[in-house]
Structures are given as C-alpha cells and as structure tokens.
C-alpha cells in the first residue's frame, strides 16, 4: 500500500506529501530518536509525536514511508518546507499511537 492510499484509506491528515508513491513495509513506534535509528526499517510507517527538525533526519535514514504523528502533533511550517525538500511524507492523527497502530495493523494485514 502506499503512503497516499493509507491516509486516503484511514483517514489521516496529510501536512506533507511529496513522494506518495512510497510503499509502505511495515509500523514503527517510538519517540526515542537514537532508538529509532537502530531499529525501524526501511519502508516503516514511522508513528512518534516528534515534530523536531532532528525527526526528518532520522526519517530520510531509515527511509521511513512517511512520519505519523499522533495526537493532533502539528509541525512549523519550517519542518514542513524542509520535509517537502527532502521528499518525507507527513501524517497528523488525533488518535494515540496506541490506537493509530491498531488501525494500520488492520488495514496493512
């Protein structure tokens, strides 16, 4: 599934969507950006309420499909250019990350 038919599908705000062709392989949850580092995959939905400039970094290493950020997180429109730039997709849900697991669960099975 890629990045645009999962926010059409499930609803999600999208903030920043310049590459909506990127497939989507997985979730990863996690607001610890070193830990993220180590341990998401490439092609993850990458679910976080991080909305720092440090999150795009992390995003274009992993090559996350696209950033979710849960509970209604809105980034400056900086962080939005600069996603924009480096071609990462960004999410808003008002949902938890709990919850926002549990619908892409059911929707990527």
Same mark, same amino acid.
């Given at each position: 599934?890629?990045?645009?038919?999962?926010?059409?599908?499930?609803?999600?705000?999208?903030?920043?969507?310049?590459?909506?062709?990127?497939?989507?392989?997985?979730?990863? &949850?996690? /607001?610890?950006?070193?830990?993220?580092?180590? @341990? %998401?995959?490439?092609? *993850?939905?990458?679910? =976080?309420?991080? $909305?720092?400039?440090?999150?795009?970094?992390?995003?274009?290493?992993?090559?996350?499909?696209?950033?979710?950020?849960?509970?209604?997180? &809105?980034? /400056?429109?900086?962080?939005?250019?600069?996603? @924009? %730039?480096?071609?990462? *997709?960004?999410?808003? =849900?008002?949902? $938890?990350?709990?919850?926002?697991?549990?619908?892409?669960?059911?929707?990527?099975?």
């Amino acid at each position: 599934m890629t990045v645009e038919a999962l926010a059409n599908q499930l609803g999600f705000k999208t903030l920043c969507m310049p590459s909506p062709e990127k497939e989507i392989q997985g979730v990863y &949850i996690g /607001d610890l950006l070193s830990w993220v580092m180590g @341990k %998401a995959d490439q092609g *993850n939905v990458w679910i =976080t309420i991080m $909305s720092n400039v440090n999150t795009l970094a992390v995003a274009t290493l992993v090559d996350a499909s696209c950033i979710l950020l849960a509970e209604e997180v &809105i980034p /400056d429109a900086e962080i939005l250019e600069t996603a @924009k %730039a480096k071609g990462i *997709n960004i999410l808003s =849900t008002p949902l $938890s990350a709990y919850r926002a697991a549990i619908m892409l669960a059911e929707s990527l099975s």
